[in-house]
């Protein structure tokens, strides 16, 4: 049985305000509105759901816990959000105040840019694809995975070589990627004619 969809979900609100702060490999819980806004993305998962994963940092796994119907929950921890370095926890104002210079490197996108002290990007990537890989072997036709921006962003990005918006995914967004045959893509269709898909 070959995977033909992902549903790559971004855990909620937590304690340490993820919506604002830099959490990284830092282990914060689930807030009361992380929790509520997992059980509102429950309802639009229910049914289609055949095998669920989560990193081993609380906030993925305890989010999917409350979705995921008492399903078996698969935990990979190279699915943890890259690690900071000494950003780790930080708002980015205050990182634009503390490392003005890195800050500018990092929003424009410069070529080798690395986190002061943090993971290398090329091993996070390297361990997300590691891990990606032992997914997509899963004898299943779907995957629910509820993890980090980070890592959605680079899943998404490894299988369909094309990056999501900007800022995508919020807080307990769905990001959803479809198989056609050998190809990826980002959504539950793709713009191939229908026998295209129905031959696949």
């Not at 779907?142 to 890592?151: D, E, P, S």
């Amino acid at each position: 049985m070959a995977v033909r969809r992902m549903l790559l979900v971004r855990h909620g609100e937590t304690e340490g305000e993820s919506s604002v702060r830099f959490h990284g490999s830092s282990d914060v819980a689930l807030s009361e509105r992380g929790r509520a806004q997992m059980r509102g993305v429950a309802a639009s998962l229910h049914g289609q759901q055949t095998l669920w994963v989560a990193s081993t940092l609380r906030r993925s796994w305890s989010a999917a816990a409350l979705i995921c119907g008492g399903a078996p929950l698969r935990l990979e921890a190279e699915l943890c959000e890259i690690h900071f370095g000494s950003w780790e926890g930080l708002t980015r104002e205050e990182i634009q105040a503390r490392d003005p210079h890195l800050y500018e490197e990092w929003q424009s996108g410069a070529e080798g840019f690395e986190f002061p002290g943090g993971e290398v990007r090329a091993d996070f990537q390297t361990r997300v694809a590691a891990a990606t890989n032992r997914l997509l072997e899963a004898d299943a036709q779907c995957i629910a995975a509820v993890l980090h921006k980070g890592v959605i962003r680079e899943i998404a990005m490894q299988l369909t070589g094309e990056p999501l918006a900007n800022s995508a995914p919020g807080l307990a967004a769905l990001v959803t990627l479809t198989r056609i045959g050998d190809t990826w893509f980002q959504g539950q269709r793709s713009s191939n004619p229908t026998n295209l898909e129905d031959a696949a």
